[in-house]
């Protein structure tokens, strides 16, 4: 692999206005509606190949005709959002004739390393195409022949309207491995799948690391104020999705609302969840006690704990979650006040369920991942997290020396109402 | 080091007011002022043991009267600073009584390795405060004293605003080794120093590193339209402080230009600048051949070159460059829009010294840092860098089983003007 080429062509491509990357994006949908029955055929191969993975496996290799108009609508919604490079973020009059402007740009080269899905392929390319960045995928093996056919569809529609090296395709682990080794010309990574995969990925480079490992997510009742609400809710985060990263783990009630266990517990059998204990409930209700609470089950199973007051609770999420998405159950203001302000997490939900944490729900379009980092971008990463800035000064031969000492009170620092051009 | 409790602080401060914050500064304020002579004395004990290191060095650790002065004016400006925390970036309604809403929010933990420039501290410290961080400090060795000292101060100054583990100094190098293993509890590493400490810790920690490892700045003649201020913006660039990160360590001349390069020379000889160049120049001018271009000479001494096109210089720039701050000279507009486009670097000047690519010159009150990474923060880095966001969404029930499959379509996704409240 070249990764210079794609470095240099980054450059480039953070250079053409948004309404080349617009054409650029429509060409896009245009092909993939035209070669719709190939795409399927390609699609084919991959599921013939992999008939004995599990069917929720399958059926995301699986590309349906709703899955493919899903992509064209897609599309169409990133081309009507507002370009996100080239905006001016803050424009100063340092002194007479002397201009500063902080101007979003496109971060530069990202690497993307997903699930067996061929819809997420081209859901990632657009999200890039439109932000600026040359894209560097690897998607899963499963789905090998769509992936591979889906990008010599965009690179063909592309050509000529972005540069070459805009999209790559990597198909094996070896270059994955290389990939992660050219820090001077890949910007991040955003690694979408297992919480070993993205460790792996986060201890093997230098390249910053954009994702989350896992997703450890609380309900926390705080007051039984409406107990169909409350079990609704709870009902929906944990098995709406059993193994999305959003979905709860663990449910930790505030001992005042003990009573309530016993309901929620039918409720939770009654939906095939099933419930691990602390010591407490264990015993009480002889079912298995949880031996560890920073566990992700991606399954219908749920650990429980009795928490003695709201402090506890939002302890207990900030030592055991993993910054993800938590929810608290309660009609209490201060709780409520107490709950958002104190869980150090990148979703907090009030009375809904965690599975809103998502790009397409927040209405950001579409999303590149969900991160748990603290910098950067967090929560469902959209476009917003894809880009970043440079500043700017104009000036007309200012020099330091004569704002240097006694003389630095020349600056005026005047925020001014002016977007950055020459 | 128990760096979990300062994990656990880093919560409480980020849920304090910003009136609490401010007086936190206020108070530090204050009390240099007060203690002012104790300060002195502190830093006269680092001065003894430090008298035989370089002048620039000494001259950075010792603390005049007007350097306290302008730490406590430093404080009172970022006193009246806005509030970069709760501040409500997008505010959303998903649906009738569902509503997201994204909040600034600190990071949490920051570690800031720093050199021996106790001005620096009281500087740092600030930063954090009024973005609401937990910091943990390690100056360089010689300030040790007066780090020590002005630690204790602030300590004293806070106690009862902000929580007990807001401020932590480390001693040694061994406690800082222990930091960056710490990565479940500390959120970011700002380094400032030499190339061989920041590439460290960039290679020996899980933490993100903020910083630049080093500064290959410079400068693009494209056009003599001015030969005085073509020279004076170089000589700046180069002279006001050769060792600073935004002094260039190249020159590019266009060919159409060459002429000019005699004059630039001689300027450069007055200016007490050794100048090497390409093997074009050296053979002319019988001076050294640059062997390699990717250099920080951080003294009087600079590389030159003559490039063909505009094209090749950016091409150079880009290959040689560390993404800190390049200026280009010229009076032809297609060549400005051209270089400030396609040069991927955090700060661009057109017609201006590249000694202005500072926090304070920026306006943005003072710096934690300067940046070249591509990601979260870029560029001299103030308060803006040091938060993040959360997202809240209200609700009243709503689960997600409700807005899922043909249902999506019940999303309003409305942008309101609102500021998160409970």
Redesign the interface.
């Known amino acids: 692999m070249n990764f210079e080429n794609i470095k240099?062509d980054?450059?480039?491509l953070?250079?053409l206005g948004g309404d080349r990357r617009n054409e650029a994006l429509k060409r896009i949908s245009l092909i993939i509606q035209e070669k719709r029955e190939n795409i399927k055929k390609a699609n084919e191969t991959d599921l013939n190949e992999n008939r004995n993975i599990p069917v929720a496996l399958y059926n995301r290799l699986k590309l349906s005709d709703s899955k493919i108009d899903e992509m064209i609508s897609g599309i169409s919604g990133l081309i009507e959002l507002d370009d996100p490079l080239n905006k001016t973020l803050l424009a100063?009059e340092?002194d007479d004739g002397?201009e500063?402007y902080k101007v979003s740009v496109p971060?530069?080269v990202i690497g993307v390393i997903f699930e067996a899905r061929p819809d997420a392929l081209v859901q990632i390319v657009s999200l890039c195409i439109k932000s600026g960045n040359c894209v560097i995928l690897k998607g899963g093996s499963e789905a090998a022949n769509s992936n591979r056919y889906l990008t010599e569809l965009i690179k063909e529609a592309t050509a000529g309207l972005v540069p070459e090296h805009c999209i790559t395709l990597l198909e094996t682990r070896e270059n994955v491995k290389e990939m992660l080794s050219f820090d001077q010309y890949i910007?991040?990574i955003i690694p979408r799948g297992s919480n070993d995969l993205v460790k792996y990925i986060?201890?093997n480079t230098?390249i910053?690391v954009?994702g989350h490992a896992d997703g450890v997510c609380h309900a926390y009742v705080d007051q039984v104020f409406?107990e169909s609400?409350i079990k609704?809710?709870i009902?929906?985060?944990k098995t709406?999705y059993p193994s999305a990263c959003n979905s709860i783990e663990t449910i930790l009630v505030k001992r005042s609302e003990a009573a309530f266990i016993g309901e929620l517990m039918e409720s939770l059998k009654a939906a095939g969840v099933r419930v691990n204990g602390c010591s407490e409930i264990a015993k009480k209700f002889c079912i298995p006690e949880v031996s560890e609470w920073h566990h992700e089950y991606g399954d219908l199973e749920v650990s429980l704990k009795i928490v003695d007051s709201i402090d506890e609770g939002?302890?207990h999420i900030?030592k055991y979650g993993s910054g993800h998405t938590e929810v608290i159950l309660t009609d209490n203001?201060e709780s409520?006040?107490k709950f958002?302000?104190?869980v150090?997490?990148?979703?907090?939900?009030?009375?809904?369920?965690t599975?809103?944490?998502d790009g397409?729900?927040?209405?950001f379009g579409a999303e590149v991942g969900i991160s748990t980092?603290?910098?950067?971008?967090?929560?469902?990463v959209g476009l917003d997290g894809l880009v970043?800035?440079?500043?700017?000064?104009?000036?007309?031969?200012?020099?330091?020396?004569e704002?240097?000492g006694e003389k630095?009170d020349r600056?005026k620092?005047a925020r001014i109402d002016k977007k950055f051009s020459?």
């Open positions: 240099k980054s450059v480039v953070a250079s100063t340092l002397l500063l971060i530069g910007d991040l986060q201890s230098k910053p954009l409406d609400l609704k809710i009902i929906d985060s709406q939002i302890d900030n203001n409520k006040i958002t302000s104190l150090d997490t990148s979703s907090v939900m009030v009375n809904c369920s599975r809103f944490a397409f729900r927040y209405g980092n603290k910098i950067h971008a967090r929560g469902p970043i800035y440079k500043y700017i000064i104009l000036g007309r031969g200012q020099i330091v020396a704002y240097s630095s600056f620092h020459i």
